[in-house]
Structure formats: structure tokens, C-alpha cells
T-cell receptor, first 113, second 114 residues
Framework: EAGVAQSPRYKIIEKRQSVAFWCNPI?????LYWYQQILGQGPKLLIQ????????DSQLPKDRFSAERLKGVDSTLKIQPAKLEDSAVYLC???????????FGSGTRLTVV | GNSVTQMEGPVTLSEEAFLTINCTYT??????LFWYVQYPGEGLQLLLK?????DKGSNKGFEATYRKETTSFHLEKGSVQVSDSAVYFC?????????????FGTGTKLQVIP
């Protein structure tokens, strides 16, 4: 089966600019996650979708981050305006059912300068 | 709350050495436990999992046994290869009903030298 697709792979922007990331999960996976992974740390959950509804966005900095999954399939994560501390890898993952493992995409490495 | 604690890295081993990466957890009930591997420049890949006490997950020569009495899920491999160099993450899924949020450890970097 095809994996989780993410784009772009790399992005360099200046602080205060905006950026958007895209994710297409595995077909049939209702649950989609966005994680932020800062260098040397484990993934931190930003937002979880179940179909096109938000299940958990408690750690999403809502003053600058937004995410949507309009048709319950692919998703976009946006940062506006970006800060230096947003430099990280942004990972998208999907899961078929509760208790199964996640399938992660390759991630988008964001550098804010 | 739930938490996962992993041994700090990096762990440096010679090829064909025995590997152990320790992982302990704190959770109520009966969580599912996972090991993920992240190769340089890539996302995380599920390596193995165990869903109940005394289960042993295994894949690609790696093994981990779910020990509820010691709340541990240590990763082992009998003979590591250079290609095993990566960061390994222990994780748990609480399975407590309702909304479930997977908790990841901070990762342990493994370096295998020829």
C-alpha cells in the first residue's frame, strides 16, 4: 500500500513569513496526526483529526498554527507568522484503528531564519 | 498522566554486539506498547508492538517483551549491524477507552561502528 505522503520535504523561510505543509494519509485511515519534532526530541502531538473533525488540538499554538482536513482525507498545516523556535520536522501520521501502530510520512524539515 | 522513559543515548556499539535499549512506562490500565525507528532524514517507522502483558513483539531481529510487573518494554537485538544505526523511540497507547493519545519517549540514538 502507498505510504503517508508529505510535501515539501524541506522548507527555509524567514521569521514572520508564513508556510504550509501538506499530508495525504493512507487510504482508509480515518485518524490523522500532525507532530512537531524538534531536533533531539521525541515527537510532540500538535493536532489529531478523526475524519474531518478535530479530536485534540490542546498543544497547537493557535495564535499562529492552524490545520484543516476538509474532506476527511488530506490535510494542511499552516504557520503564520513563523518564529525561530518553529524550526523542526513536521511529521504527519495516520492510523487505521485504535490500538494499531501509526504510519508516519517522511516529514517536512522547516528552518526558520 | 502517562509517560515513557528511555535510556539516554547515544549508544555506540561495534557490529555484531548485543543491543539493549531500556524503556519503562507509567500508565493506568493496560496500554499497548510500541517501538519505532527513525533513520536519518526519514519519518518514524513502526518496528514492533505488544498489546498485552507477556507479549513479545519481534521484527528484523529485534525483540521486546511487555513486562507489566516491571512496567518495562526493553528493546533487544542479538547482533547489530551498521544499518541499524538510527534513533529508536518507545511509545505507549493507553487503551483506556475514549480519546487515546500516544505518548512517545525522547528517543535513543544508536550508532553501530564496523
Amino acid at each position: 500500500e502507498a505510504g503517508v505522503a508529505q510535501s515539501p520535504r524541506y522548507k527555509i523561510i524567514e521569521k514572520r513569513q508564513s508556510v504550509a505543509f501538506w499530508c495525504n494519509p493512507i487510504s482508509g485511515h480515518a485518524t490523522l496526526y500532525w507532530y512537531q519534532q524538534i531536533l533531539g526530541q521525541g515527537p510532540k502531538l500538535l493536532i489529531q483529526f478523526q475524519n474531518n473533525g478535530v479530536v485534540d488540538d490542546s498543544q497547537l499554538p493557535k495564535d499562529r498554527f492552524s490545520a484543516e482536513r476538509l474532506k476527511g482525507v488530506d490535510s494542511t498545516l499552516k504557520i503564520q507568522p513563523a518564529k525561530l523556535e518553529d524550526s523542526a520536522v513536521y511529521l504527519c501520521a495516520s492510523r487505521l484503528m485504535t490500538g494499531s501502530g501509526y504510519t508516519f510520512g517522511s516529514g517536512t524539515r522547516l528552518t526558520v531564519v | 498522566g502517562n509517560s515513557v522513559t528511555q535510556m539516554e543515548g547515544p549508544v555506540t556499539l561495534s557490529e555484531e554486539a548485543f543491543l539493549t535499549i531500556n524503556c519503562t512506562y507509567t500508565a493506568t490500565g493496560y496500554p499497548s506498547l510500541f517501538w519505532y525507528v527513525q533513520y536519518p532524514g526519514e519519518g518514524l517507522q513502526l518496528l514492533l508492538k505488544a498489546t498485552k502483558a507477556d507479549d513479545k513483539g519481534s521484527n528484523k531481529g529485534f525483540e521486546a517483551t511487555y513486562r507489566k510487573e516491571t512496567t518495562s518494554f526493553h528493546l533487544e537485538k542479538g547482533s547489530v549491524q551498521v544499518s541499524d544505526s538510527a534513533v529508536y523511540f518507545c511509545a505507549l497507547n493507553p487503551n483506556s477507552g475514549g480519546y487515546q493519545k500516544v505518548t512517545f519517549g525522547t528517543g535513543t540514538k544508536l550508532q553501530v561502528i564496523p
